[in-house]
């Protein structure tokens, strides 16, 4: 009820009154910005005119001038403080649930038109995305999009309901902005997941398909249902003796909802899951899972890309054989990086350094973007790339690209700062696209190698 009243009348009453407030410190200005509007921008509230749109950014994020909703954004900040006196999961399960219930902003700015990017046929509104494993079980999927990532991806699901490892098992590093977590694929399983997606797809596509743009590109703006992009990301039981079974299983049944697929054979909390990686194993894998999605019958859009998530802790040659099996099995990309199970400096002190699990946040960065670069070579920049490990800023967002991202995910980062971030990330990224002279994110992938 609250929250009906909050998306309803109160919002429209306080946004109104803020409406005649100028916003931003307008720091810069793109002449280009009405090119497009995003996905983002639903139908309703009809958008200004192609006239005046005018594109400013400010240190809290790219604004646009006279639109109504960044200081909900902003206003996030002041609850984040909250959030970090609470257990870690708790916190995170209040999240979820604000998510779900609406209880977040929502964004209706266009994205900034350089940051459109095709990939798989589709057209995303922006890069950036929300890494697997924070909203696990796709209970808050609307609610995340909304906040203006340009995609979200759910899971891991595992084929099972399982429990995960023993509480606590999610540990904060603040000072360091990581996090060591050794969840070991809590999950609801693939049954209640999948009866989720269901229900949410056809809501989605309900009310998103009037904003979805009739463009004549090739491209289809947005995903299945409607302009938010949706991967599912799919993992094993811990207890199961036929891992490539449970990735067929997941296929079988989340793939339908999916824009894109994703084996996780990377997450260091469940035994002997990384030795999936190997070549043989991994070639297997691949074969038995691609063969699962092409069986099924799908309409015009075809079956959803399949990727595999990979560790930041992999040697050269592991990582020549993951190229080998991507190039050979034409794999439709890469997530690189899942957590790490080194503990890199600083954290090598840190008091919790010993705690069990794969580290996330800052630390990562440099580990899981050298991991990105060698990929990109290995792979000759044929095979899309997501960037994930380590984003905290649209400049951090911006050396994945140059280093052969064409996408790039943060889970980390966005737990500590909350949804303010995310447009402040789009602004910077815009920021650093346009002052280095490109004209799109396209434009700057691998621009390291060139
Ligand atoms: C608490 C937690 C749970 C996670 N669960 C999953 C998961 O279920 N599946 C997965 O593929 N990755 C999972 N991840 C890894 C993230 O998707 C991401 O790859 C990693 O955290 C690095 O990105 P970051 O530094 O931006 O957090 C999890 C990360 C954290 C912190």
Redesign the pocket.
């Known amino acids: 009820m609250a929250s009906r009243l909050f998306r309803g009348p109160l919002r429209d009453a306080l946004m109104g009154r803020l409406r005649a407030v100028p916003v931003g410190g307008g720091s810069r200005q793109s002449s280009s910005a009405a090119a497009e509007p995003g996905a983002a921008a639903a139908s309703k509230p009809p958008l200004p005119s192609k006239k005046a749109v005018d594109w400013s950014y400010d240190r809290d994020g790219y604004c646009w001038r006279g639109l109504r909703n960044g200081w909900l954004f902003r206003a996030t900040k002041y609850v984040n403080p909250f959030f970090a006196l609470l257990d870690?999961e708790f916190a995170?399960r209040l999240a979820i649930l604000a998510a779900s219930r609406g209880w977040v902003p929502r964004e209706k700015r266009p994205d900034p038109p350089i940051l459109g990017v095709k990939v798989w046929g589709r057209k995303f509104t922006n890069p950036i995305g929300l890494?697997?494993?924070?909203d696990?079980n796709a209970e808050a999927v609307e609610g995340l999009l909304g906040l203006g990532f340009g995609f979200v991806?759910v899971?891991?699901v595992t084929p099972m309901p399982q429990e995960g490892n023993p509480k606590p098992r999610?540990f904060r590093l603040p000072q360091e902005r990581?996090?060591i977590?050794r969840?070991g694929?809590n999950?609801e399983g693939i049954v209640t997941v999948t009866r989720r997606l269901g229900a949410q797809h056809g809501k989605r596509k309900m009310e998103e398909t009037s904003s979805t743009s009739s463009s004549n590109d090739e491209a289809k703006q947005g995903g299945k249902a409607g302009p938010g992009i949706l991967g599912v990301?799919i993992?094993k039981n811990k207890t199961s003796e036929d891992s490539t079974a449970d990735y067929v299983q997941g296929v079988h049944t989340l793939s339908q909802f999916a824009d894109y697929l994703?084996i996780?054979v990377?997450?260091p909390n469940t035994p002997g899951l990384r030795k999936l990686q190997g070549r043989k194993q991994l070639q297997d894998l691949v074969k038995k899972v691609q063969a699962a999605r092409d069986e099924m019958q799908w309409a015009e859009d075809g079956p959803p890309p399949l990727l595999v998530?990979i560790a930041p802790d992999l040697s050269k040659q592991d990582l020549e054989d993951i190229a080998a099996v991507a190039r050979n099995l034409r794999l439709d990309g890469l997530?690189i990086?899942?957590?790490t199970i080194s503990r890199p400096d600083p954290i090598s002190s840190h008091p919790l350094a010993g705690e069990a699990g794969?580290l996330?946040?800052?630390p990562?960065?440099d580990l899981?973007t050298n991991v990105l670069k060698v990929m990109y070579v290995l792979t000759q920049g044929k095979i899309p790339l997501i960037g994930?490990?380590?984003?905290?800023s649209g400049e951090d967002a911006y050396k994945k690209i140059r280093a052969g991202a064409t996408l790039v995910?943060?889970?980390?980062?966005?737990?500590y700062e909350g949804p303010a971030l995310i447009p402040q990330m789009k602004a910077e990224l815009a920021e650093c696209l346009e002052r280095d002279g490109f004209k799109s994110v396209q434009e700057a992938v691998g621009a390291d190698f060139r």
């Open positions: 870690p995170h890494a697997a494993g924070f696990k991806e899971g891991s999610i990581a996090i977590n969840c694929f999950s990301n993992g994703v996780n990377s997450s998530k997530i990086a899942n957590t794969g996330s946040g800052k990562l960065f899981s994930c490990g380590g984003i905290s995910q943060l889970y980390t980062a966005f737990a």
